[in-house]
């Protein structure tokens, strides 16, 4: 198990990077039938005793072309099968390394199926050897899947199996060939560890206290010193506060003579208030440009100057002259 931890079981379509799959459908599970030889059966018994051969002598089985290996002569390899997997319902996966040439070959369709070399046993028919695996294209076994075809439901599992673990044992800091048992282990290890306090400083208040990055310790020395009033001088929450005062003050300020003035109606004091207290300057260049627009007799202390004030005959004769009537003098201050 230990050894496909660390392996990622890959489809058997073409990879990206023009690599062949890893792994190959080698014995198909159950009653295999060979033209013209009879049958033989695949099951994990079966595996149990190819596993054990190829343990016992440590010797990689060489994929060779048209069963050059058999027939005597030179006999280049194709590749080399390094690991058996056995998939229940499926049958024995074989992990291939394919050379250069024989990748190119199976992928451009120059060889499509392969032809294994083994033994059975006469008193069950089962599996019991592996001796060579050809690249063929007239093999003799039936029913046979080529080497580029998907893996089947079992496979495509435990390839996600595969993929997890291989995530996991990366996560925990394991190495490559950790085991299941390590991998347990180093689980049970974290649930029993002390939880650590993970401080996270906001940006806002990093942004606040003039910092591009720390931790709260940091942050906690750097509001100290802000807080720290020299003799004589005021904290900058004071100098706010007053500075506010002052702002609302002069801004009222202009708003009143501009109201004396008749530069603005009643109904624009909050308006004038707002426009003062965001911009005193371009407050008072408008006021300086504004006509008046509320008369004089309206404004406060001027109704009963306006009140006393003599009609002259000079200002009777004007008056008529424009369809002034003397009610209207006295209503809008002569």
Same mark, same amino acid.
């Given at each position: ?7 990622? +079981? ?12 890893? !792994? ?52 280049? %390899? ?7 997997? !056995? ?10 390394? !394919? ?5 190119? =070959? ?24 592996? =001796? ?22 079992? %496979? ?10 291989? +995530? ?102 909050? !308006? ?38 003599? +009609? ?23």
């Amino acid at each position: 198990m230990h050894q496909l931890i660390a392996k990622t +079981i890959l489809s058997g379509l073409k990879l990206a990077d023009g690599k062949l799959p890893d !792994w190959f459908l080698l014995f198909k599970a159950g009653w295999v039938e060979i033209e013209g030889a009879g049958k033989f059966l695949v099951d994990q018994q079966a595996f149990d005793v190819v596993q054990a051969q190829l343990f016992r002598r440590g010797v990689e089985v060489v994929v060779d072309y048209e069963h050059q290996t058999v027939k005597g002569g030179k006999a280049p %390899a194709a590749g080399w099968i390094r690991e058996l997997r !056995w998939a229940e319902g499926e049958g024995i996966y074989a992990r291939t390394d !394919w050379t250069e040439a024989a990748s190119g =070959h199976i992928q451009t369709g120059e060889y499509r199926y392969f032809s294994p070399v083994f033994f059975v046993a006469k008193k069950d028919k089962r599996l019991a050897g592996l =001796h060579s695996v050809a690249l063929t294209n007239a093999p003799k076994t039936n029913h046979l899947t080529p080497i580029l075809a998907k893996l089947g439901p079992a %496979a495509q599992a435990k390839e996600q199996e595969m993929k997890f673990l291989e +995530i996991l044992i990366s996560k925990l800091g394991l190495k490559p060939e950790a085991t299941e048992d390590d991998v347990v282990t180093a689980v049970a290890e974290l649930k029993d560890a002390e939880p650590q306090t993970v401080e996270v400083v906001a940006k806002e208040i990093l942004e606040a206290v003039e910092l591009d990055e720390g931790d709260a310790s940091a942050v906690v020395a750097s509001i100290h010193a802000l807080k720290q009033e020299p003799k004589g001088m005021v904290s900058r929450k004071e100098f706010n506060t007053l500075q506010a005062k002052l702002t609302q003050r002069d801004a009222d300020d202009a708003v009143d003579a501009a109201m004396q003035a008749g530069k603005i109606t009643p109904d624009q004091k909050q !308006w004038a208030e707002d426009y003062a207290k965001a911009d005193l300057a371009g407050f008072n260049q408008f006021v300086a440009k504004a006509p008046v627009v509320v008369p004089l007799s309206k404004l406060p202390g001027k109704k009963k100057e306006a009140a006393d004030a003599e +009609i002259t005959d000079a200002t009777l004769t004007v008056a008529k002259m424009m369809g002034v009537t003397q009610e209207d003098l006295k209503q809008y201050g002569n």
